[in-house]
C-alpha cells in the first residue's frame, strides 16, 4: 500500500540551531514530492517541490533548504532556525495521471521554535 | 500564476442546515480542483477532486463540489452538517495542462464551525 511517513511528529528547538525532518513514502516510485508550511491560524504555504532525485524547485525565498538523496526520500533543512520558522509542516505527494491522480499527504511535523 | 481564494476565514452553520464553504480559483490551463479536511493537530484529508467529465462532484463524508467554469468557482456544499464536520477546510488547485509535474496550490482555508 502507499504510505508517507514524516519524523518527527513535534519539535522543540531553539533559534539559531539547525533543523532536519524526514519525510519517507512507500509504495510507488519517482513520486513527486512537496513541502508545505501551515503558520498557526494560516493556510498552506507551498514551500519545495521535487520532481526526481537531486532536484528541487524553491518557491519562496527563506531560511530553508530541501534535498531529494534518494527516490522515495525528502528531506527539509536549517543551517539556524529563526522564530518565523514555527509552523507545521507537512510533506506530499502526487501520485497517478489525469482522472487518477491522487495526492497524499503525511502526518505533519510541529515545529516550535524558541 | 495559479490561485486560489477562499473568501470566508470562517462559515458558523447549524446542525441538519446545508452548508457551502466557497473557493474560486485562477489558472492558465484546465484546472484539477480538491477539497480537503484538516482536523485539530492532525495531517490533511482528501474530500474530493474535479479533473473532467461532470460538474457535480461527489466526495467523502457526504460532501459534494460543483465545478462551475464560467464562474470559475468550486464550491463546497452538504446538504446536512454534522457537528463532527467542524473542522478546516481547503481548497486546492492545479493547472491540468502540466501534467503532473506542476505545483499544487492551496487557499487559505475555511473554518467550519457547526453549531448543535
Known amino acids: 500500500s502507499q504510505t508517507i511517513h514524516q519524523w518527527p511528529a513535534t519539535l522543540v528547538q531553539p533559534v539559531g540551531s539547525p533543523l532536519s525532518l524526514e519525510c519517507t513514502v512507500e509504495?510507488?516510485?519517482?513520486?513527486?514530492l512537496y513541502w508545505y508550511r501551515q503558520a498557526a491560524g494560516r493556510g498552506l504555504q507551498l514551500l519545495f517541490y521535487s520532481v526526481g532525485i537531486g532536484q528541487i524547485s524553491s518557491e519562496v525565498p527563506q531560511n530553508l533548504s530541501a534535498s531529494r538523496p534518494q527516490d522515495r526520500q525528502f528531506i527539509l533543512s536549517s543551517k539556524k532556525l529563526l522564530l518565523s520558522d514555527s509552523g507545521f509542516y507537512l510533506c506530499?505527494?502526487?501520485?497517478?495521471?489525469?482522472?487518477?491522480?491522487?495526492?497524499?499527504f503525511g502526518p505533519g511535523t510541529r515545529l516550535l521554535v524558541l | 500564476a495559479q490561485s486560489v481564494a477562499q473568501p470566508e476565514d470562517q462559515v458558523n452553520v447549524a446542525e441538519g442546515n446545508p452548508l457551502t464553504v466557497k473557493c474560486t480559483y485562477s489558472v492558465s490551463g484546465n484546472p484539477y480542483l480538491f477539497w480537503y479536511v484538516q482536523y485539530p493537530n492532525r495531517g490533511l484529508q482528501f474530500l474530493l477532486k474535479?479533473?473532467?467529465?461532470?460538474?457535480l462532484v461527489k466526495g467523502s463524508y457526504g460532501f459534494e463540489a460543483e465545478f462551475n467554469k464560467s464562474q470559475t468557482s468550486f464550491h463546497l456544499k452538504k446538504p446536512s452538517a454534522l457537528v463532527s464536520d467542524s473542522a478546516l477546510y481547503f481548497c486546492a488547485v492545479r493547472d491540468g495542462g502540466a501534467y503532473n509535474t506542476d505545483k499544487l496550490i492551496f487557499g487559505t482555508g475555511t473554518r467550519l464551525q457547526v453549531f448543535p
Open positions: 506530499a505527494w502526487i501520485t497517478g495521471q489525469g482522472f487518477l491522480e491522487t495526492q497524499y
Open positions: 509504495g510507488t516510485s519517482n513520486p513527486n
Open positions: 474535479y479533473i473532467t467529465g461532470d460538474n
